[in-house]
């Protein structure tokens, strides 16, 4: 197959020069300061850095953060696609305004998230309190780290649900209805099949995101080792002690979990388009 | 407009759809519920914290030296940071949208690589990079330069996490619009610049305009990715987020509450924008059918 023949003649000018700046950018930006962190690991004693991946509290914290990502991820899953349906189906006063809130995961700094939970859900703050008299505490613990990813989580999944949701056609549902079935039927054998490769999509990313994040959760999880110590925070503990190879291990290991969900993602979303050609 | 009001309306009403409404009552006051818990009471609580102690606290803890320097370093990254990536996101747009080449979409998948990257690993490459023990890192030694620990490092690890934000704003849109109004104007003897100008770019401005504000919001309010290149000193390379973590770490409850809101502040504005640029992309989208 010969590459550069005609294809290759463009009506339109500039190919050149804007492939050429976005290849130099992404490469100065993202590509080559990514590698560093490849090619630095190979330098590294092999040993070391199995020593330390595998020690028992860099472990642990691999284990908390995938753990709690995935509850956060599935309470997402029902509170998302609850509240896009709302959002999308129903009319009542304020809908817009919760509407264009959805997005404030995305617009409000992780930190100031993360001091408005852990001191809502102190024992002495305003759902806390509530909780401390049940004799139930969620700060401090796994819970809280949970508490941070779902706020965190939350837009992925409503925005996307919600553009197939609105672009659902009402024959489907007309002709279901049509055919006996009862709404009950027609949302579990109907809507919620087309919806649900959305709704994949969206408990990914919220997933996807979760497992790296950092200035949230520090504030609430109480970062004990072994117990509410998240990965990202891991590292950083490690770039304090000047621990350089130790920080980029850790780091090379959760950027392959979060690439190889970027991959699962790909496949997803693939999937998603076929489905709804 | 006016088409797609009646037949959004006209779909609302349609028997099919209607579910009890028992449940759909139900189904409201919950997400009402998850809204209140999740992002009101949130809101409320940092202006109740940051009022706590008084309005005149409030006032001084926001208008303190080093708050103030903090606003500062903030702006000026975010002035660097938005529109370089703005250019970027056009010209990686124009690239991606108005040709066909092999590789394209292992490119556009390189181009959404930072969302996947932990914001911590953000920073932690940057350290790394310009750590004595690269090529690179030695030759900003010897030249007296520093990345780490000051502006430039802070502006580059912002740079990293707004990376994706303009460009996968624009790529979509100007797929779905395509290249026919610009080859027709080429062909009519348009130059590149003069198609570009006339053409592209009033096609696609909200476009930028949605994608400069996602940008900006989180060049604001990116802390992970910051807080490991900044070294966190005082008046110097401290911005809004991290001076929050510092008021808050040394139980200094109220100030840091006071300050947080500036970017409460900021992130309502941000949401509030987005909803109306997001109105006028579909506007816009509806009336240039492609």
Redesign the interface.
């Known amino acids: 197959m010969p ?1 550069f023949t005609r ?1 290759n003649r ?6 050149g ?3 050429g ?3 130099f ?2 490469s100065a ?6 590698a ?2 490849v090619i ?1 690991s190979f330098n590294m004693d092999q040993q070391a850095f199995i020593a330390t991946v595998t020690s028992p509290r860099v472990l642990a914290s691999y284990r908390l953060s995938i753990s709690t990502a995935i509850v956060a991820a599935l309470f997402n899953a029902i ?1 998302g696609f ?2 896009a ?3 999308v ?4 006063p ?1 809908r817009r305004v ?4 959805v ?11 993360g ?3 852990a ?2 859900y102190s024992p002495v703050g ?2 806390g309190q509530l909780l401390a008299k049940a004799d139930i505490q969620l700060i401090n613990a796994p819970s809280g780290i949970v508490i941070a990813l ?2 965190i989580g ?1 837009p992925f999944v409503v925005r996307t649900i919600q553009p197939v949701l609105a672009e659902l056609e ?1 024959e489907i ?2 002709s279901a ?1 049509s055919l006996g079935a009862t ?1 009950w039927q027609t949302f579990r054998r109907i809507l919620l099949p087309h919806l649900f490769p959305a709704l994949l999509t969206g408990v990914t990313l919220s997933f ?1 995101r979760g ?5 949230s959760v520090i ?1 609430i999880a109480g970062n004990l080792p072994f117990k509410t110590e998240i ?3 891991m ?2 503990t490690k ?1 304090d002690q000047f621990d ?1 190879d130790g ?2 291990a850790v ?1 090379l290991v ?2 392959l979990i ?2 190889s ?2 991959l699962v993602l ?1 496949g997803v979303q693939r999937w998603q388009q076929k489905s709804y050609r | 407009m006016q088409h797609s009001i009646t037949r959004k309306t006209g779909r609302g009403t349609r028997q099919s759809r209607n579910d009890h409404p028992a449940v759909q009552a139900l189904l409201i006051v919950l997400t009402i519920l998850f809204f209140a818990a999740f992002i009101f009471m949130p809101l409320a609580l940092v202006f109740a914290e940051g009022f706590r102690k008084g309005v005149g606290l409030y006032l001084e803890s926001i208008r303190e030296p080093f708050a103030l320097a903090a606003v500062k370093l903030t702006l000026i990254t975010a002035a660097i940071v938005v529109p370089l990536n703005a250019v970027f996101g056009v010209t990686a747009a124009w690239a991606v949208s108005k040709f066909s080449f092999r590789g394209k979409t292992l490119l556009v998948s390189l181009l959404d690589l930072p969302f996947a990257v932990s914001p911590v690993i953000a920073g932690l490459i940057f350290v790394l990079l310009a750590g004595s023990r690269t090529a690179f890192g030695s030759w900003l030694a010897d030249h007296g330069i520093r990345i780490i620990f000051s502006t430039p490092g802070i502006v580059i690890a912002t740079l990293f996490v707004t990376f994706p934000f303009v460009a996968r704003e624009l790529i979509p849109l100007m797929e779905s619009q395509g290249r026919e109004e610009e080859e027709a104007a080429i062909t009519l003897g348009a130059r590149g610049w003069q198609v570009f100008s006339v053409i592209t770019l009033p096609n696609i401005r909200w476009g930028v305009m949605y994608g400069m504000i996602l940008c900006m919001a989180r060049s604001i309010g990116e802390f992970g990715a910051v807080s490991v290149v900044s070294g966190h000193i005082r008046g110097m390379t401290n911005t809004i987020p991290l001076h929050v973590e510092i008021l808050y770490s040394e139980y200094n409850y109220a100030a840091s509450f006071a300050v947080a809101s500036i970017l409460v502040f900021l992130a309502l504005v941000t949401v509030a924008l987005k909803a109306i640029v997001e109105q006028r992309v579909h506007i816009h989208q509806r009336n240039n059918p492609s």
């Open positions: 590459p294809k463009h009506i339109l000018p500039g190919f020069l804007s492939m700046y976005t290849v950018y992404l930006i993202v590509i080559v300061p990514l560093t962190i630095g509170f609850l509240s349906w709302t959002l189906r129903y009319r009542f304020g919760l509407d264009a809130m997005d404030l995961p995305f617009a409000l700094p992780t930190a100031v998230a001091i408005c939970f001191t809502l305003w759902i779902i706020f939350f009402p549902e007309e209805q709404r996807a497992i790296g994040e950092y200035g504030f990965a990202p925070l590292i950083m770039l350089y920080a980029s780091a959760l950027l979060s690439f969900m970027l790909n």
